[in-house]
């Protein structure tokens, strides 16, 4: 069982950055793969970055390449998203998952959420 809380977002300005962080419980979290998700009101959940959970292989959707890094510390049970150049499209609830597949970009792959805090850019 792993249960995620993240923490870090809110209002930014075209252009600014932001910093989300996801904490993790549990003794097996660096098993894990961990991904951060986004959701826009009206649209699907979306995959946004994603990172192995052994060699810390990354995998970002092509619109956040360049700007966005995801990188975690097992010894902390911690995964951040680190989010530059923020668009008004980047705008969305993000959520933090857990799951066991390397690497996967679909939701149904992940069998634990965080919450989802909000992401909010004005143009």
């Known amino acids: 069982q792993v249960q995620l809380v993240e923490s870090g977002g809110g209002l930014v300005q075209a252009g600014g950055s932001l910093r989300l962080s996801c904490a993790g419980s549990?003794?097996?979290?660096?098993?894990?793969?961990m991904a951060w998700f986004r959701q826009a009101p009206g649209k699907e959940r979306e995959f946004v970055a994603g990172?192995?959970?052994?060699?810390?292989?990354?995998q970002y959707t092509d619109s956040v390449k360049g700007r966005f890094t995801i990188s975690r510390d097992n010894a902390k049970n911690t995964v951040d998203l680190q989010m530059n150049s923020l668009k008004p499209e980047d705008t969305a609830a993000y959520y933090c998952?857990?799951?066991?597949?390397?690497?996967?970009?679909?939701?149904?792959?992940?069998?634990?959420w965080g919450q989802g805090i909000q992401v909010t850019v004005s143009s």
């Open positions: 990172i192995s959970w052994g060699l810390s292989t990354t």
């Open positions: 998952a857990a799951g066991t597949s390397f690497l996967a970009v679909t939701s149904g792959s992940y069998a634990y």
């Open positions: 549990g003794r097996t979290f660096n098993r894990y793969s």
